[in-house]
């Protein structure tokens, strides 16, 4: 299959699979069966298939056209639906205001000919006299086919024909469904002698806003009488200007249909003669198209979407179509603006009629007048002629199947015993229904791609094949499944829809046959084409498969006799594919079950790598490291916060005489010491718990942690890094600790404010010793009790905390500690030259004063825990704290701070 391509010596190989997930193909897993598929792929076996293999069948119904594919928003435009007699129902045209502003009725003084009826409008109101109307005025709305989708930006051309003997002042909006949000106006005046015949007026509205369920209205404050007919609202922006919804009909392009059958079955026929589709009646301006009820589906339509936009049927409907522009109707076509014939080449009679008594003597009727005209053209008969042979002419017969998902599979043989000469078959409407389908399952779509293999291994008698129905419409369902589901502003695929994605290049292929071995019931089906791609002039050749059985195959492929070698490049593996056989898509989720496409770099067995992921893969990780190095050196460089240790343990707030889980003793010689192991704070106004630390006996601060290799207790610790010798002071733990218990996190600062600390705020040096175990000064500690001896004299002599005593004293920790002096406490935990004397308070605030002008109070306080807070302090409030004493003391900034601005902190 060559190609003027540079890879012309190659056919790029694409897999095609169609299963469920546990039914699905294993290939290097351990599978339940083995199966071995061969393609012959031999000039000798490939035959054609016929370019018209596989298209759409549009018919009216679920709102396929009126309401979906037509583009017009306005339901009942010109006032039809009602039927000709007067007054009618103008459903579903609504009226704004009560009978005391306004009264509707409908008539038949229409200037149309085929629409005669007309909307008549009498408001008894007006701005100004007895009867005020509202400030919105009084009119007539209409919500079209279950909401108007109007988005931003977006513009609408609104037609309307309007008469009255009075002047008009008419607003012309579209709104919400309430009409309480105006999201495009304008305002239609004229004079009464500019009215005073029909006349048609054009606007064009511009949405300011976005709204799915939007309606048109129209509304006046003046009194008077105005008669309204053929009311259109479109958006401007359709499929290639031809006034199709956008959407829906890329939709239809993306399957590359070789042909469309219309206007489809039923709804041509109708139940009634009278309400058959009429196909003269729907060409020519649309303000002059009547209109008809669908008796079969039950619901009108205006026949916007008439002979013109699609095409099909008898003498005259063929002169339209394929007729030269000087023929009676194809000058009609002509003046409608498409001088050149359409391409019409078959011509069905009937639908699902062969049964009927009458039917095979007017099919001939028809039949031979038609061939008279038009020889050329295939005509379609309703009989099946796949088992037995017809007793009557016919290019074609037309085949409908709809059944269970175990038959439709099955009836992918059906074709392989029919007659090789003779009528080819038109599978017209194909569908998997009932519970197996529901409104479109996977389950339905791999039966369906089954059957499709078999008309594609058999498009030696099969000459066309469409699904039915194309659309529907989700506020009016007559018919489950559809191949596409919409509403007024949204669409999905069913699975059958992204199916026939799998057979859209089958049309004009070469097929090449298939053998399937396998050990086990014969549930799978394949089929094999080479196809030249119009876009590249490429070569590919594509493999399908279906697996319809309950057990995952392990599948060979074997291809022979193919010309040219499988390209390494392009070649793919498409599956389609879900978790549950009756999976289907919906609006919520409109691609849970699409064909998904692999790429494969290299085929033949080789490993699937490509080179070129490589790159992107080093340049990631590159920046990646980067990031990570500057992270961490940029947070190395601050203080994470050491807390230095106390040589004393604090005093406890009051003895209890009883004991209570919460309080540990801290002395065993004086059973009136103890110390609660956790005590609560206030900070930022949240309650937060400290615990105390026994190692640097103290309570640590809010935010702090031990950290075993400093030896000291971190305020911010997240983690000792080796690599920089010192604590990391992050605080992700603490922000995981408090999402975690789905508390608020009283120290976050948004993450501006946290990003902004982290990375720039000016951290001043550390003042401690991250490593020293004890204070380096040396002082002697006096005779505070008769139980201490006189040998504690070295605040450097390491205590065995495990123990519980100094490795050179018999006495306990706990009675050393209990006899020390607590009275006195120093201010400023950052120093590590303090005096002895000085104790530490772990839980007092330090203040922290900005220089200020004379008569300011504004202060930053920073408690034990390193959090600031800026204030505005009143001086009368501020107490003094620490044993009833202030000291003068060294701010974190270097300035003094004056006695009278100490502020007191309750502990609890």
Sequence with gaps: MGHQAASSTAVTYSLLLLCVIHH????????????????????????????????????????????????????????????????????????????????????????????????????????????????????IYNPGYWGMNIEQGKTYKVILHVRSSDSINISVSLTSSDGSQKLASTNMLANASDVSNWTKMEFLLQSEGTNRSSRFQLTTTNKGVIWFDQVSVMPLDTYKGHGFRKELASMLEDLKPRFMRFPG?????????????????????????????????????????????????????????????????????????????????????????????????????????????????KIISNCDGSSTKLDHPADLYDFHI???????????????????????????EYAVTGSDAGRGSLLAALAEAGFLIGLERNSDVVEMASYAPLFVNANDRRWNPDAIVFNSWQQYGTPSYWMQHFFKESSGATYHPTTIKVN???????????????????????IKIVNFG?????????????????????????????????????????????????????????????????????????VILILDL??????????????????????????????????????????????????????????????YCDT?????????????????????????????????????????????????????????????????????????????????????????????????????????????????????ISSILQNLDYDAIGENLKFKDRHLDDVVDPLALHVIQESQEPGESNHIWEAADGVAVDETVDKEAIEMVVDDRAYEGSCSNGISAPIDHVIRVPQT
């Excluded at 950290?707 to 733990?733: A, E, M, R």
């Design 550 to 622: 309950n057990d995952t195959v392990n599948l060979n492929i074997s291809v022979t006799g193919l010309q040219n070698a499988v390209s390494s490049v392009g070649s793919t593996k498409t599956i389609l594919t879900s978790t549950n056989l009756k999976d289907e898509n919906s609006f919520t989720e409109p691609k849970k079950i699409i064909s998904k496409i692999h790429h494969y770099e290299k085929t033949g067995g080789q490993d699937d790598q490509s080179p070129v992921l490589g790159l992107p893969v080093l340049v990631a990780t590159i």
């Design 696 to 812: 640097c006996l103290l309570y640590r601060p809010p935010r702090a942690s031990h950290c075993s290799i400093c030896n000291n207790c971190v305020q911010k610790f997240d983690h000792h890094c080796p690599w920089v010798g010192q604590c990391i002071g992050l605080t992700t733990y603490e922000s995981f600790r408090y999402h975690y218990d789905k508390k608020e996190n009283p120290y976050s600062r948004s993450v501006l404010g946290n990003f902004k600390e982290l990375f720039f705020s000016n951290i001043p040096p550390s003042m401690n010793d991250f490593r020293s175990w004890v204070l380096e000064d040396t002082a002697e500690i006096g005779y505070y009790t008769p139980n201490i001896g006189t040998d504690i004299t070295n605040t450097n002599d390491k205590v065995d905390k495990e123990i519980g005593s100094k490795p050179d004293s018999n006495l306990p």
């Design 402 to 428: 709809y059944t269970s998902a175990s038959n439709m599979f099955s009836t992918n043989r059906k074709f392989d015993s029919a007659s090789r000469t003779g009528p080819k078959a038109f599978v017209s």
């Design 265 to 377: 079955g039923t709804f041509v026929e109708g139940i009634w003669l009278r309400n058959a589709f009429r196909w003269k009646a729907t060409i020519g301006p649309w303000e002059e198209r009547p209109g008809h009820f669908g008796d079969v589906w039950q619901y009108w339509t205006d026949d916007g979407l008439g002979y013109l936009e699609l095409l099909q049927e008898i003498l005259d409907s063929i002169e339209f179509a394929r007729g030269s522009s000087n023929s009676t109707w194809g000058s009609a076509r002509a003046a409608m603006g498409h001088p050149e014939p359409f391409q019409l080449n078959y011509v069905a009679i009937g639908n699902e009629d062969c049964g009927l008594k009458y039917y095979r003597g007017n099919y001939l009727k028809f039949y031979y007048a038609i061939k008279a005209a038009y020889p050329d053209i």
């Design 24 to 139: 699905c193909f294993a290939y290097e897993l351990k599978a339940n069966r083995t199966a071995l598929l061969s393609v012959d792929a031999s000039p000798e076996s490939a035959r054609e298939t016929p370019d018209t293999l596989f298209g759409i069948f549009f018919e009216e119904i679920n709102h396929a056209g009126a309401g979906g594919l037509w583009a017009e928003y306005v339901s009942n435009r010109g006032f039809e639906a009602g039927g000709t007699n007067t007054p009618s129902n103008i459903d579903p045209w609504s009226i704004i205001g009560n009978e005391s502003f306004i009264y509707v009725s409908t008539d038949t003084t229409s200037c149309f000919e085929h629409n005669k009826v007309a909307l008549r409008l009498e408001v008894l109101c007006d701005s100004k006299g007895s009867i005020i109307c509202p400030p919105d005025g009084v009119g």
């Design 630 to 691: 500057v992270f961490l050196f940029t947070t190395s460089g601050g203080d994470p916060g050491m807390v230095p240790r106390n040589a004393r343990p604090p005093e406890a707030d009051e003895a209890f005489d009883m004991t209570t889980p919460s309080m540990e003793w801290i002395s065993g010689r004086n059973p009136h010491l103890r110390l609660p192991r956790i005590r609560e704070v206030f900070v930022n106004g949240f309650v937060v718990k400290v615990k």
């Design 520 to 542: 086990a019931s014969n549930s799978l089906v394949a089929s094999a084409i080479t196809w030249q791609s119009l876009e590249d002039n490429s070569s590919y050749l594509k």
